[in-house]
């Protein structure tokens, strides 16, 4: 039971968390009620700038929040709003950063640092598994040794 | 086998390094996407006069430079004394963007400070700003005779700034107008 009410409670503060900076809208349908959430997680807030557009209370975060709404209620599409935002900004908004030469190391970076990691234990092992002296199944001692 | 022993000092070199530009660097110092393109439009009412709208085609032919601030902001305040001088020693426009203001304390403070602006722009809901690019008060734009922004600044300008960076560049461009 107690951990029942510890477990509601820590997921209503959670709850609080990421509802933080967002205003109660009217959407014409789902979807841009889908899009409107989708960008203001995916634009950084440039005044605090380790905090999306929803989760930041800066002035300039509601502005953009707003600017968002309207661009979207005009019928605008996702791309344009980030394009948008991109014009102003820079690439520095989105939190998702295109694929490009000076983001390259960022996206395959984690993928290359695996594969250096692999090789090791990969080199690791073997080395381990071949050293002499050690217990090798496949050894046969000569007869003349007995 | 000495070798073995380098590899933690080199990672470890290798980590400072990186930390090392790190702390260097100025991450507030977005760089903005708009250096090398065209301004964008103003059309605001002035601060003094609301009947007269500022935009930014007036200024086209010669260059001149924008700078954006507000009364709350602290660092303005600051910068302030540089612009005031700047408008005393050269004869390049310094056009206002007042940013998300209350009108008559915009006015109080150029009545106690000074006014270095050929004219303020005020921008009380600070749409336009979105357009500029303004996410931090101060910023200084300055924009060629063609209206090609050339250079930005985000944050204060200090003496530094203002004799490196803007002081030559306002030179050059109205060489360039001229």
Same mark, same amino acid.
């Given at each position: *039971?107690?951990?029942?009410?510890?477990?509601?409670?820590?997921?209503?503060?959670?709850?609080?968390?990421?509802?933080?900076?967002?205003? =109660?809208?009217? +959407?014409?349908?789902?979807?841009?009620? =889908?899009?409107?959430?989708?960008? !203001? +997680?995916?634009?950084?807030?440039? !005044?605090?700038?380790?905090?999306?557009?929803?989760?930041?209370?800066?002035?300039?975060?509601?502005?953009?929040?707003?600017?968002?709404?309207?661009?979207?209620?005009?019928?605008?599409?996702?791309?344009?709003?980030?394009?948008? *935002?991109?014009?102003?900004?820079?690439?520095?908004?989105?939190?998702?950063?295109?694929?490009?030469?000076? =983001?390259?190391?960022?996206? +395959?970076?984690?993928?290359? *640092?695996?594969?250096?990691?692999?090789?090791?234990?990969?080199? +690791?092992?073997?080395?381990?598994?071949?050293?002499?002296?050690?217990?090798?199944?496949?050894?046969?001692?000569?007869?003349?040794?007995? | 086998?000495?070798?073995?022993?380098?590899?933690?000092?080199?990672?470890?070199? $290798?980590?400072?390094?990186?930390?090392?530009?790190?702390? $260097?660097?100025?991450?507030?110092?977005?760089?903005?996407?708009?250096?090398?393109?065209?301004?964008?439009?103003?059309?605001?009412?002035?601060?003094?006069?609301?009947?007269?709208?500022?935009?930014?085609?007036?200024?086209?032919?010669?260059?001149?430079?924008?700078?954006?601030?507000?009364?709350?902001?602290?660092?303005?305040?600051?910068?302030?004394?540089?612009?005031?001088?700047?408008?005393?020693?050269?004869?390049?426009?310094?056009?206002?963007?007042?940013?998300?203001?209350?009108?008559?304390?915009?006015?109080?403070?150029?009545?106690?400070?000074?006014?270095?602006?050929? $004219?303020?722009?005020?921008?009380?809901?600070?749409?336009?700003?979105?357009?500029?690019?303004?996410?931090?008060?101060?910023?200084?734009?300055?924009?060629?005779?063609?209206?090609?922004?050339?250079?930005?600044?985000?944050?204060?300008?200090?003496?530094?700034?203002?004799?490196?960076?803007?002081?030559?560049?306002?030179?050059?461009?109205?060489?360039?107008?001229?």
């Amino acid at each position: *039971m107690k951990k029942l009410i510890l477990t509601t409670l820590l997921l209503l503060s959670w709850a609080g968390v990421s509802l933080g900076g967002i205003e =109660t809208r009217q +959407f014409e349908s789902p979807e841009q009620e =889908t899009a409107y959430k989708e960008l !203001v +997680f995916e634009l950084r807030c440039l !005044v605090c700038q380790n905090q999306n557009l929803a989760d930041s209370n800066a002035e300039l975060a509601v502005d953009l929040r707003n600017e968002v709404y309207r661009m979207l209620k005009e019928g605008k599409s996702k791309r344009e709003v980030l394009d948008f *935002m991109v014009a102003r900004y820079g690439e520095f908004v989105l939190y998702r950063p295109p694929v490009d030469k000076a =983001t390259a190391l960022l996206w +395959f970076g984690p993928v290359i *640092m695996l594969a250096i990691g692999l090789l090791i234990v990969i080199l +690791f092992i073997r080395r381990h598994r071949n050293r002499p002296g050690e217990n090798d199944p496949d050894e046969i001692i000569p007869e003349d040794d007995y | 086998m000495k070798a073995k022993f380098l590899i933690p000092l080199l990672i470890f070199l $290798v980590i400072s390094g990186f930390l090392g530009v790190g702390l $260097v660097l100025d991450p507030k110092e977005v760089p903005s996407p708009l250096v090398g393109k065209p301004a964008p439009a103003l059309s605001l009412p002035a601060l003094d006069n609301p009947e007269r709208i500022v935009t930014t085609e007036e200024f086209l032919g010669k260059p001149w430079m924008l700078n954006v601030w507000a009364t709350w902001c602290v660092s303005c305040r600051a910068e302030h004394r540089l612009l005031v001088e700047m408008a005393k020693h050269t004869d390049i426009p310094i056009v206002g963007l007042d940013y998300k203001d209350d009108a008559d304390d915009a006015k109080q403070w150029l009545r106690q400070l000074g006014d270095p602006y050929a $004219v303020t722009a005020f921008d009380e809901k600070g749409r336009i700003a979105i357009d500029w690019g303004v996410y931090g008060t101060p910023e200084t734009y300055l924009i060629d005779k063609e209206g090609i922004i050339r250079f930005k600044q985000i944050g204060p300008i200090d003496a530094k700034v203002m004799q490196e960076k803007i002081l030559p560049l306002v030179k050059q461009l109205q060489e360039e107008a001229a």
